[in-house]
């Protein structure tokens, strides 16, 4: 998860929900192994099709966002589930002082809306907040860091109940001291197990994911071999992690043409190990200037992404990283370099664009 850092540092200090951005990753080249259809963009409910699979088809909830009555209908009629971003800075302002009004917030949305929820993240890199935790986590002795980690993790997904069909519970393990604190302390893999222990106390229903990114330009297959190892070793050691998950920020300019087989090689290896697969972060970034052959090229990789994951049972959930381009935007209102790239299936006034199209056929041709 790539995230604008000053974007988070503001939301630290005003413990606001707002949008995740600055993700960077988009696509050029595209060799693909199906064509898709060219037909005018009809704006059927996507959730209808994902609602009759049983699969979640689900996008970010940008609370900077809610007072937008299309973006609210675009979000309702188009997606059975919404990820719940709610970082250690959001819930835990201050040592021991929960502010949960943003669970709150989205379980009560999801409810009207008939909608689940995702949440994202319970380990995460300690420096994007809060200050308090980044400043002192170091000095921590290991059953200190321990019992926080445990109460932490208790109180938000108990918090969350059933509204949650599943939680982001490590995310980013690879890159070497990423998660800061938590594997200096604790001590690595021991951080991972006990995170994923902690949480399955906490609700034993709902589905557990690792979650990492695997570059833009496909899977870097080393690097997945090395997250498989890792989710064995876990397992291993009484980690219950249910679901691999893989960030999909691509980008045309570099994508090799073989991207589609490398997919399915990472489902295939999940099944090897035992656990399921969610596209936990899927757009596509256009170069700055792309014209409607681009648009063409970006709904392709949509497609032969989604298809691909429909046509694998244990492929089980497909997230977009955005709804809607314009909303990709830094919390002082400044636009972020991903939203010149218009990395999502909806244009700046929520209409939709070609990609659209790529992800109505793929829902549409279904299992």
């Known amino acids: ?14 413990c606001a929900f707002t949008a995740l951005m600055g993700m960077s990753c988009a696509l050029f080249w595209f060799a693909g192994n199906m064509q ?43 997606f059975n589930s919404g990820t719940s971003m709610v970082l250690l800075g959001q819930i835990q302002p201050t040592p021991g002082n929960y502010d949960f009004h943003i669970i709150d917030h989205q379980v009560e949305f999801a409810r009207q809306h008939d909608m689940k929820l995702f949440g994202v993240t319970l380990v995460y890199r300690p420096f994007i907040g809060p200050q308090w935790f980044f400043n002192t986590c170091k000095t921590w002795s290991k059953e200190k860091m321990d019992n926080f980690l445990k109460e932490h993790i208790h109180a938000v997904v108990s918090r969350g109940g059933d509204s949650y069909y599943g939680w982001e519970v490590v995310n980013e393990p690879l890159v070497p001291g990423h998660n800061g604190c938590w594997s200096n302390v604790l001590g690595d893999p021991d951080y991972i197990v006990k995170a994923f222990r902690y949480a399955r106390e906490a609700n034993s229903k709902a589905q557990l994911v690792l979650n990492d990114n695997f570059g833009h330009d496909g899977i870097d297959k080393p690097r997945a071999k090395e997250f498989f190892d890792l989710i064995r070793k876990v397992k291993s050691e009484g980690g219950p992690i249910d679901v691999a998950g893989t960030q999909m920020h691509l980008r045309p300019e570099n994508l090799r043409p073989t991207y589609v087989d490398e997919f399915k090689w990472f489902l295939a290896e999940a099944r090897n190990v035992g656990v399921q697969v969610h596209v ?9 200037g792309s014209g409607p052959e681009m648009l063409q090229k970006q709904k392709e990789i949509f497609y032969n992404i989604l298809h691909a994951c429909l046509q694998d049972s244990n ?8 709804t809607g381009d314009h909303l990709r935007r830094a919390d002082n209102g400044a636009e972020s370099p991903a939203s010149e790239k218009r990395p999502t299936i909806f244009d700046d006034n929520l209409e939709p664009k070609p990609a659209y199209e790529g992800i109505l056929q793929a829902l549409k041709e279904g299992r």
Not at 1 to 14: D, F
Not at 315 to 322: H, P, R, Y
Request: positive net charge; glycine residues 6%; aromatic residues 10%.
């Open 280 to 288: 936990t972060e899927m757009d596509v970034m256009l170069p700055p």
């Open 1 to 14: 998860m790539r995230v604008c850092l000053r974007a988070l540092i503001r939301q630290r200090a005003l």
């Open 315 to 322: 492929c089980t959930a497909f997230t977009l990283w955005g």
């Open 36 to 78: 898709v259809e060219a037909s005018a963009p009809r704006v059927e409910p996507l959730r209808s099709y994902a609602d009759k699979m049983h699969f979640w088809f689900g996008t970010t909830l940008q609370g900077l966002f809610m007072g937008n009555p299309k973006y609210v209908q675009i979000l309702t009629t188009h």
